[in-house]
């Protein structure tokens, strides 16, 4: 299994970039799958997941409807668009994959990582 993330960079205040993570190795349409971040320091945390359905869950307090996620299983991708970004959004980002993490917000409930795209954005 191997997920491919992308899209990171350096970007203004106010600007905007779109995440991508490829996945391979497994049947991309039965998995939940997720974005997470961590900025140095701090613990990783989730940004927003995305279910098989389409079902989806985003940390409002730290997206504030600035983020969204979304899928494509043909593609076997998942994206993160981000607009307005701010200095605070500056970390590395994740994607995870697991089929049925029982809480969907958790690091401890996803089996697969990708390797991190760096987001950082300058004030």
């Known amino acids: 299994v191997q997920l491919q993330a992308s899209g990171g960079g350096l970007v203004p205040a106010g600007g905007s970039l779109r995440l991508s993570c490829v996945a391979s190795?497994?049947?991309?349409?039965?998995?939940?799958m997720g974005w997470f971040r961590q900025a140095p320091g701090k613990e990783r945390e989730y940004v927003a997941v995305?279910?098989?359905?389409?079902?989806?869950?985003y940390n409002k307090d730290l997206v504030k409807g600035r983020f969204t996620i979304s899928r494509d299983n043909a593609k076997k991708t998942v994206y993160l668009q981000m607009n307005s970004l701010k200095p605070d959004d500056t970390a590395v980002y994740y994607c995870?994959?697991?089929?049925?993490?029982?809480?969907?917000?958790?690091?401890?409930?996803?089996?697969?990582w990708g390797q991190g795209t760096q987001v950082t954005v300058s004030s």
């Open positions: 190795g497994l049947p991309f349409s039965s998995y939940v």
């Open positions: 995870a994959a697991d089929q049925a993490p029982s809480r969907w917000t958790l690091v401890s409930e996803y089996d697969y």
């Open positions: 995305i279910s098989r359905s389409g079902a989806i869950l």
